[in-house]
């Protein structure tokens, strides 16, 4: 059941793409200009250059028409000059050519880079909410498969497009004054082979759009699956996701096939009528010419510039699909890019009075995450924290306790009141200015594929390794750290695999411990751990929060019992407060998880 919902909510988005790629048109390519703004001069130099290999191109078939028509002439001298000059213009050819191919891809690698780092720098602030919309895979699918095909076309097909369009309208020109007549037979074809170009162009767009859709849904699914892999196999759910991925890789093949079916046909179809007209227009040339109407030279100049004129349609067919392509993938970095983000920090942010106390007041305080608009998180929740206080919450899960965690660091706003920190609205200040004074230790750990010293380190870059090594004494990590084959510079795998969750768990204890910061964050901090590891972190919680305002979030009621003050929710609201032993003595909610919990000291009470 888990797996036909999965599949259906990520088979839609191909869907949906699709019509939204009906929508839209090659206009969309324009967006990529605030890219290439900055490196006007590489796209001078290799518009110069292409221009100069353009006119040396067109200029081939004259060297070619005086030397045949002056073959039979008695100067021999004359006619090596026509050869030498046709020699000299192949070298300049050839080295305008080299000059226009290492300037383009060179301003295509930069732009690709420079868009990778914007969509990257997007993303990268978005908020959670965003993410309940888009996997990240399919985020990542799309800053490299849509990326590289943008590459593809700024470092080679529009250079390659406008390059066929110059030699296209010059070689028509050149035909024009070569002959007239049978340049009017030629242009007859024109409208014929343009109509199969447009209809089937939009076509192919769409097609590529859903074909790019699919990819990035499976990369998603694969990154999903990929990212809780031993999940997977102790479910025993390998052969399921092999052929969730392998279907919706299949269906991308699919769509991609409809994709080089559709491309081939408008390939054959104008290649076919452009050089059936050749052929014709050749024969009725041949025919002048055994009528003396036109010399040999004429006619063959004239073919060349026919064959370089078709050459240049038929480029420009294929061309086509590309910036089709690329139309398409522009389009999705686009909405990356222009996506709006729920939380965002004020135009004009208020500073945030120093030093930072850490005092935190939640206002009448109504949230509902996006995802689950129709369940209240928090209900008029009111709270005040005094600087240097540690509070703990407690209570069923749902009650709302990571919420409080999560509004605190703003990666929600709520629906309404306010959140507070030393009096000032955190709406009102930029999120970066009010985060770095607080350090968090989530419930799941996250530590990423560096070293044992980078990962702690991650808590403050300036800090020392011996500042890092205090702080992982401090939560207990030192022994397991320096055990390691490399200690602290040990690889610790793609999201700490090398690890135990107690291990992982303390790293990141170290983290916020090296943070030093005002406020601190405490979600779960300790459930990974065993009864001796605990009882070491503990005490250096108990030492860290000391002069600190500390929030801490448990089910285990053990590790909340020395904290200043003990907050009960249920169903977004507090249903009580104090002290371990008032609560008690009040009975209610918190008195049952007690009793839950402590069993066995309630039986001796």
């Not at 759910?237 to 392998?246: P, V």
């Not at 030393?422 to 996250?446: C, E, S, T």
């Not at 590891?533 to 979030?553: F, K, P």
Request: neutral net charge; proline residues 3%; glycine residues 8%.
């Amino acid at each position: 059941m888990a797996r036909q919902t999965a599949s259906t909510t990520t088979a839609s988005a191909p869907g949906a793409s699709e019509e939204r790629a009906g929508s839209k048109k090659l206009g969309v390519l324009a967006s990529l200009w605030p890219f290439m703004k900055p490196y006007r001069l590489l796209m001078l130099g290799a518009t110069l250059a292409l221009v100069l290999t353009a006119g040396m191109t067109l200029t081939l078939p004259l060297a070619v028409r005086r030397v045949v028509d002056n073959f039979r002439i008695q100067d021999g001298e004359l006619l090596d000059w026509y050869f030498l000059a046709a020699l000299g213009i192949a070298g300049i050819l050839a080295v305008g050519t080299g000059i226009r191919y290492a300037l383009v891809t060179r301003l295509g690698e930069r732009v690709v880079a420079d868009i990778r780092k914007a969509v990257f720098d997007r993303v990268i602030g978005m908020s959670p909410e965003f993410y309940e919309r888009i996997m990240t895979g399919e985020v990542l699918s799309r800053i490299t498969t849509d990326t590289t095909l943008i590459q593809s076309v700024i470092g080679s097909s529009v250079s390659i497009a406008l390059r066929n369009l110059l030699m296209f309208v010059g070689g028509l020109v050149l035909m024009l004054l070569t002959s007239a007549k049978l340049t009017a037979l030629v242009l007859l074809l024109i409208p014929v082979v343009v109509v199969p170009i447009l209809v089937l162009g939009r076509r192919l767009r769409a097609i590529s759009r859903e074909n790019q859709d699919w990819i990035a849904a499976s990369s998603g699914n694969a990154g999903e699956a990929l990212g809780a892999v031993q999940t997977v196999q102790a479910f025993t759910h390998e052969r399921a996701s092999r052929q969730q991925f392998g279907d919706m890789t299949e269906t991308s093949y699919v769509v991609s096939l409809r994709r080089i079916q559709t491309r081939a046909i408008l390939t054959v179809i104008v290649i076919f009528l452009v050089f059936s007209g050749i052929v014709g227009v050749l024969w009725m040339g041949a025919n002048d010419v055994r009528n003396g109407v036109m010399t040999e030279g004429v006619l063959i100049q004239f073919v060349i510039y026919s064959v370089i004129m078709a050459g240049s349609v038929a480029a420009l067919s294929e061309i086509w699909s590309e910036l089709q392509r690329a139309a398409g993938a522009t389009e999705r970095l686009v909405e990356l890019l222009n996506a709006e983000d729920t939380v965002i920090d004020p135009s004009q942010a208020k500073p945030l009075p120093q030093p930072v106390r850490g005092e935190i007041k939640f206002e009448e305080v109504t949230f509902r995450y996006p995802a689950r608009p129709d369940v209240v998180a928090l209900d008029k929740l009111s709270l005040q924290v005094n600087p240097g206080e540690t509070v703990a919450f407690v209570g069923p899960s749902g009650a709302g306790k990571t919420t409080v965690v999560q509004l605190l660091q703003r990666f929600y706003d709520p629906n309404s009141g306010r959140v507070m920190l030393d009096g000032m609205d955190l709406q009102n200040l930029n999120r970066a200015d009010f985060r770095q004074h607080m350090a968090l230790v989530p419930q799941d750990p996250v530590i990423f594929a560096a070293s044992a010293r980078d990962n702690i380190r991650f808590g403050r870059l300036d800090a020392s390794d011996a500042e890092v090594e205090a702080a992982a004494r401090a939560a207990a990590a030192h022994e397991f750290i320096a055990a390691l084959p490399e200690g602290y510079d040990s690889f610790v795998g793609e999201r700490g695999v090398m690890l135990s969750g107690g291990q992982k768990q303390r790293i990141a204890i170290a983290r916020a411990i090296l943070r030093d910061a005002p406020v601190l964050l405490l979600d779960e901090a300790t459930s990974a751990l065993d009864a001796e590891s605990e009882r070491a972190v503990q005490g250096a919680v108990d030492q860290m929060r000391a002069g600190r305002t500390t929030l801490i979030v448990a089910h285990r009621l053990a590790t909340v019992k020395k904290a200043d003050r003990i907050v009960v929710l249920e169903a977004g609201r507090i249903v009580a407060q104090g002290t371990h032993d008032d609560l008690v003595a009040q009975g209610g909610l918190y008195a049952r998880l007690a009793r839950l919990q402590f069993t066995d000291g309630v039986a001796a009470e």
